[in-house]
């Protein structure tokens, strides 16, 4: 099952955004089946829409249940732990840069590997890495944070671009995952520390 | 058309989900055809929902117009009868939790006769009983009621696993869908009765 | 690219579709990634739906990139020029009434190109032109126009149906789209208008 580094960063970021959904089903005071359900949706939903355009179906969810086992196994364990951070809401958007740069790049290795145009497969790295969080907040009924003040989906962008970019130039798949990975990481948490954000569309007098 | 049970279960679901759509319309005082879109979307998005995430594609109701004439057609008659039950809101509540227990059991036959995982046919029991009146509440402006206080999701859950369960001991399909659907019904009545809801998750001092 | 009627009218309305998208984003004063992901979603959200129902997998903008190239130069230019119009949120809603229209007789041609039954060929119609514009409101946050009080669904619905009953009288199928977006684009013009609206769902005493 972990064959490779692609693997291994792709089962981490199942648990990282699995973690941000039972987050949010903690803030929202769910019971333990909320917390399946949001953990379950967050952690699979982006991989879900994007095979879905692909035409990669059935999904890989129904044909290997280990994804959802896992999903639920980390939803029970915050059922019981979600106290222990100090902040909820520090550690979910924490967690939710790490697995939206995982993802971003391991969506866009998926979808390179098809034989598809290099943009599309950028594309298809910000879906994978950016709808799970998005299909949490909108079933949490929490603010989106893809509209949050700092810099979101560009964060998905780059980390999808650097993988595509550095494979386009014969860098192993091992160091595009990386420095993929650590470019839209590292944008994404200084815009966390610093409210780094990018220059917004700024009204004028007429509305 | 109705050659057995589980296809009279399935027709019964689309009228009972269709009509609380319907009722979700006339609670937000729209028009007609905004009665015939939200009957439609809560009568069938469950199972759309699963054939798409299966690859039953194309999905059974293009195939088969008849399904959104139904819809349309229970829309129509809404229109016209919604004001008659003294609540809207307890109606749609007590039809939700039939035909969130009908389309639990249905969704996971139908899964299990795919050759899948049994875990992965529960699943789509789930997702086929709630997904239609989670895309109802989102469209209506509701809250989900799949976040409501009460027992909700696990009686879906409750009635796709007796299903599951007694097919895999070999009891017949018909008292297999019957008893699944009794379980779950039965859960989520009481719940609704008796506001019962399972351990929610309790902020402790911190948030 | 632009062989005939059908396509330049599918073009126009992915620009018109990007377009409200972007102004949705300038309303909720996003970056310029916000723009993109909103023009996106708006202009192919409604035929991506249609496609995935269909079973036209992988879908249309996997295979020919230029659709989100459109999107996203549309979004860019917006994100300089959105503080022009006097009024961003009637523009908004009269570009969305041209690509109701349009979308809805270029999703029902696509559909009746199938051997589909007419019926489900007009659903699809309503499907194209009225899904990207609900993705649009749900992700940015606005009340969905498709539950606005004026007249809505039905100049979608009707674009279809005249599309679709002309196209069986043998009518050409220029003539077709033409006269089902004049249709669908003057009954919704009209109720912007004059605020028309059908008659509405009215709650007796009782609630």
Redesign the interface.
């Known amino acids: 099952m972990l064959e490779n580094l692609a693997q291994v960063l792709d089962w981490f970021g199942l648990v990282v955004f699995a973690t941000t959904g039972a987050l949010t ?2 803030r ?10 949001l953990a379950t949706v967050t952690g699979i939903g982006g991989g ?1 829409i994007r095979d ?4 990669r ?3 890989f ?2 044909q290997d ?1 280990t994804y ?2 896992v999903c639920v196994g980390v939803a029970c364990i915050l ?1 019981f732990t ?2 222990i951070p ?3 809401i520090r550690l979910l958007l924490w967690l939710d840069a790490i697995g939206l740069s995982l993802f971003a790049v391991g969506g866009a290795k998926l979808a390179l590997g098809l034989d ?2 290099p ?2 497969a950028i ?1 298809m790295g910000v879906i994978t890495g950016t709808f799970g969080g ?1 299909i949490r907040d ?4 929490e ?2 944070v ?2 949050s003040q700092e ?4 964060a998905a ?1 780059l980390a999808a671009v650097v993988f595509v970019v550095l494979q386009s130039f014969n860098v192993s798949a091992d160091w595009s995952l990386a420095l993929g990975f650590i470019a839209g990481f590292a944008v994404r948490a200084t815009a966390l520390v610093w409210h780094w ?8 007098s ?2």
């Open positions: 089903a903690s929202n005071q769910m019971d333990i089946f909320g917390f399946a359900l879900t879905v355009l692909l035409g179906l059935p999904i969810w129904v249940p959802l086992m059922f979600a106290h100090q902040s909820r598809i145009h943009f599309i594309i998005i909108i079933l949490g009924g603010k989106p893809v509209l810099i979101y989906v560009s962008l954000s990018l220059p917004r569309y700024q009204p004028r007429r509305s």
